[in-house]
């Protein structure tokens, strides 16, 4: 079955630096979607990518999915304390949405 | 407009026992997916209705079950709880059961199995 793997499962930063966690997909995805976690709370979606190559920007947030769409990335630029949390990828492809493991990201101040 | 809604919020339970969790979507949506969250596990896919059918299904156990009522609302149950069974269980509404339909997730019934 599809599977998205996501990569690093963790990481700590000091506030001001940047963070990317990637995306990988066993097979070609019709889209794909990611969602943060804050600690102790629930996914809340972020947004969504559906064209080969397409780049979306959110402030310091840019999300990008591969030209072949097997393979995403979220980038942020000088992290906040607020971004902290868990950041998942979702692939989506016939009718079904898997969520990779996450990226908890840590940051300090 | 309501957010979704999961009762209860927490419950603590005996191994060997039975369980039954309830989601209420966002109005309108037809669509309730449920997760089984754990540390290092993320979100694993149990399964999925739309319009009270099931539309997609999870590598669970068939201990785990769900269904879809006529409103929309839906309910999982697990039977027979296992110590591994402890874990949050998120359920997300939809508009439609396509991927690229955004989910939106309640804030989650948290599990203990003693």
């Known amino acids: 079955g599809q599977q998205v793997m996501q990569i690093p499962q963790y990481q700590h930063v000091q506030e001001g630096e940047d963070f990317t966690t990637y995306c990988n997909s066993s097979?070609?995805?019709?889209?794909i979607q990611w969602y943060k976690q804050r600690p102790g709370g629930h996914p809340v979606f972020l947004i969504q990518?559906?064209?080969?190559?397409e780049v979306k920007k959110q402030k310091r947030l840019t999300f990008q999915f591969g030209e072949a769409k097997k393979n995403s990335s979220l980038h942020i630029t000088a992290t906040q304390t607020t971004d902290v949390g868990t950041y998942f990828c979702a692939g989506g492809s016939n009718y079904k949405l898997t969520f990779g493991k996450g990226t908890l990201l840590t940051v300090n101040p | 407009k309501a957010g979704v809604t999961q009762t209860p919020r927490y419950l603590i339970k005996t191994r060997g026992q039975q369980v039954t969790l309830s989601c209420s979507p966002i109005s309108g949506h037809r669509s309730v997916s449920w997760y089984q969250q754990t540390p290092g596990q993320g979100l694993q896919f149990l399964f999925e209705?739309?319009?009270?059918?099931?539309?997609n299904k999870g590598n669970f156990p068939g201990r785990f079950s769900g269904r879809q009522f006529s409103n929309s609302r839906s309910e999982m149950n697990v039977s027979t709880l296992e110590l591994g069974d402890s874990a949050l269980y998120l359920c997300?509404?939809?508009?439609?059961?396509?991927?690229?339909?955004?989910?939106?997730f309640g804030p989650g019934t948290r599990l203990t199995v003693t």
């Open positions: 997300a509404s939809s508009l439609g059961w396509e991927s690229t339909y955004e989910q939106y």
């Open positions: 990518l559906v064209k080969s190559g």
């Open positions: 097979t070609t995805l019709s889209n």
């Open positions: 209705y739309f319009s009270e059918t099931q539309r």
